[in-house]
C-alpha cells in the first residue's frame, strides 16, 4: 500500500543513497578488485562457481558471492540469508573482506531485483556474463520487456570501462539486446550454431555473425550419467557436471577465463576437475538401487532442463517432487510447471516449497492445474512428500526434488524461516527407508 502512494523515484532515491552509504562505510573495496557480474534467468550460480573455480586454479585469488555460496580463496561456505545478491551493506562489506584477504578478482551473481534496489550500484564491474533469459519475476517487473531491462544494467555499467569485458550466450534470442551494448571486447558461445559456420580450429568466422566478437562454438557434446565432455573451440574438453545446460554454463566461464589472460589448456585442466555446485543436479548417494537428484530448478526453462536431462541415466520411471514458490511470486508460472513435469514424469508429487503468507495447498493447486493424465499426490509436509516419493521409487527410478536445491530456509507465514536442508533431508530418510 505504502509504494503505491510514493513515486517510484522516491524508492529509487532511497535505495540509491543505501547504496551510496554502503560503499561509503567500506571504502569502495570493488575498486580494489576485478569485478565480474553474472546475470540470466538460469545457470548464474553454477557460472559463478565455475568462473571461480577457473580463476582461482590459474593462481589468482578470487571471492564469489551467489546464491548458494560464498567463497574466499579456498575457503567456502553456505549463503544462509536466502538473497541471491546480497543487500548493499552486506555485500559491500564482503567485497572488503575480500580486500583485505588479498583476492584479485570477485564473482558476483548479479540479479535483477538488485539491480531494481541498486545493490549493483558503486560496485567496479570490469566483466557482465549472459547466460540466458526466460520469462521470471514478472509481477514484479511488469513485464518481461521491464525484467531484461534490468539485467541490461550491468552490461551498461561494464560499457563504461575502458576495458570492460561482456560474455553472451549467443544460442538465446534475447542476446541481441545486450550485444548492442557497447562493451569494448565481447565473447560469445553457442551449443546451436551451424557447423558449416565453422572455420579450422572450431571458432566461427569473424562477421558470420558480427564483426566485434570473439565467437566460439561448443560440439561433439557427450552427456553422460557421471560426467560431460564436449568441443570447445575444437578442444576437448571433460568434466564431473553433468547435463547439457552445464556445458552452456562452463562455455561462459571458459570464455571469462580467456578474456582474463587464461590459456584453454589451463582451464581444461581446471575443469576436469570441476567441484559440483551444493544443491544443483547433486545426485544423493547411500548405495540405493535407484537415483535419487537434489536440485534448485524453480521456474519452468530450469525445470524442463534438469528434467529432460534424467535421460542420461535411462530410468525406469521418474517420481517428481516439486512446488512453487508463495509471496505472489510469480503466479502465472505454477500451472505450466505442473505441465512440464507431466511431460516428464510418470509420478507426480506436489508439496511446500517457499509459501511465505500464502496458502500452501493453494499454490499445490495451482501447480496441479497444468497437470493432466498423469496421477499427482498433494502433500504439503515436505518431509512426508519425500518419504512418499520413497515409497513409489524402485530399482532403477530416479526420483528428482526441485525447488530448494542447497538452500538452508523455508519461508513461511508471518516471516518465518525453517531449517531446511533438502540433501540432509532426503539422505535421513533413505536411511530409514534402505
Known amino acids: 500500500m505504502l509504494k503505491k502512494l510514493i513515486p517510484n523515484f522516491i524508492f529509487s532515491l532511497y535505495h540509491w543513497k543505501l547504496a551510496f552509504l554502503g560503499a561509503v562505510i567500506y571504502g569502495f573495496p570493488s575498486r580494489k578488485l576485478k569485478v565480474i557480474g553474472v546475470t540470466g534467468t538460469k545457470g548464474k550460480t553454477t557460472t559463478c562457481n565455475l568462473i571461480a573455480q577457473i ?33 548493499r551493506f552486506r555485500l559491500q562489506k564482503l567485497l572488503r573482506q575480500m580486500v583485505r584477504e588479498g583476492c584479485q578478482y570477485a564473482v558476483i551473481e548479479t ?39 534490468a539485467k541490461l544494467k550491468l552490461f551498461e555499467a561494464v560499457a563504461k570501462k575502458e576495458d570492460g569485458v561482456g560474455v553472451y550466450n549467443l544460442d538465446d534470442s534475447n542476446a541481441e539486446y545486450f550485444l548492442k551494448i557497447p562493451v569494448v571486447k ?16 572450431g571458432s566461427l568466422p569473424k562477421g558470420r555473425v558480427r564483426e566485434d566478437l570473439e565467437q566460439f562454438q561448443i560440439s561433439n557434446i557427450k552427456l553422460l550419467s557421471n560426467k560431460t565432455e564436449f568441443d570447445f573451440d ?41 567441484k559440483p555446485t551444493p544443491g544443483r543436479l547433486e545426485v544423493v548417494n547411500e548405495g540405493q538401487p535407484f537415483t ?4 534448485y530448478a524453480h521456474e519452468p526453462a530450469s525445470l524442463e532442463a534438469v528434467l529432460k536431462t ?20 510469480d503466479k502465472a508460472k505454477r500451472a505450466v510447471m505442473g505441465k512440464i513435469a507431466a511431460q516428464y514424469a510418470d509420478y507426480i508429487i506436489l508439496t511446500n516449497e517457499d509459501p511465505y503468507d500464502e496458502n500452501p495447498q493453494q499454490i499445490i493447486d495451482d501447480v496441479a492445474a497444468g497437470v ?23 530399482v532403477g527410478d530416479i526420483v528428482i526434488l526441485t525447488g530448494k536445491g542447497g538452500e538452508v530456509w523455508m519461508c513461511v507465514e ?15 530418510e533413505l536411511r530409514k527407508f534402505l
Open 234 to 274: 575444437g578442444k576437448s574438453f571433460e568434466m564431473p557436471l553433468i547435463g547439457e545446460f552445464n556445458v552452456a554454463n562452463a562455455a561462459a566461464a571458459i570464455c571469462v577465463g580467456l578474456s582474463q589472460g587464461i590459456g584453454l589448456e589451463k582451464i581444461k585442466e581446471i575443469l576436469k576437475n570441476a
Open 111 to 149: 540479479s535483477s531485483e538488485g539491480i531494481l534496489q541498486y545493490r549493483h550500484r558503486f560496485i567496479d564491474y570490469s566483466v557482465a556474463v549472459f547466460t540466458n533469459l526466460s520469462p521470471e519475476h514478472i509481477e514484479h517487473h511488469g513485464s518481461f520487456e521491464n525484467y531484461r531491462a
Open 186 to 201: 565481447k565473447y560469445g558461445y553457442s551449443l546451436n550454431l551451424p557447423q558449416p559456420l565453422l572455420k579450422e580450429g
Open 55 to 87: 580463476l582461482q586454479g590459474a593462481g589468482f585469488k578470487t571471492g564469489m558471492a551467489t546464491t548458494v555460496n560464498f567463497r574466499i580463496g579456498e575457503k567456502e561456505w553456505i549463503n544462509e540469508y536466502k538473497q541471491t545478491m546480497l543487500g
Open 292 to 295: 535419487v537428484i537434489v536440485d
Open 372 to 394: 493432466t493424465n498423469k496421477e499427482i499426490f498433494k502433500i504439503i509436509d515436505r518431509r512426508q512428500a519425500i518419504k512418499k516419493a520413497l515409497t513409489l521409487v524402485q
Open 310 to 329: 534424467l535421460k542420461i541415466f535411462n530410468p525406469r520411471k521418474i517420481i517428481a517432487v516439486l512446488g512453487a514458490q508463495g509471496g505472489g511470486r
Open 414 to 428: 508471518n516471516g518465518k524461516k525453517i531449517p531446511w536442508d533438502e540433501r540432509k533431508v532426503v539422505l535421513e
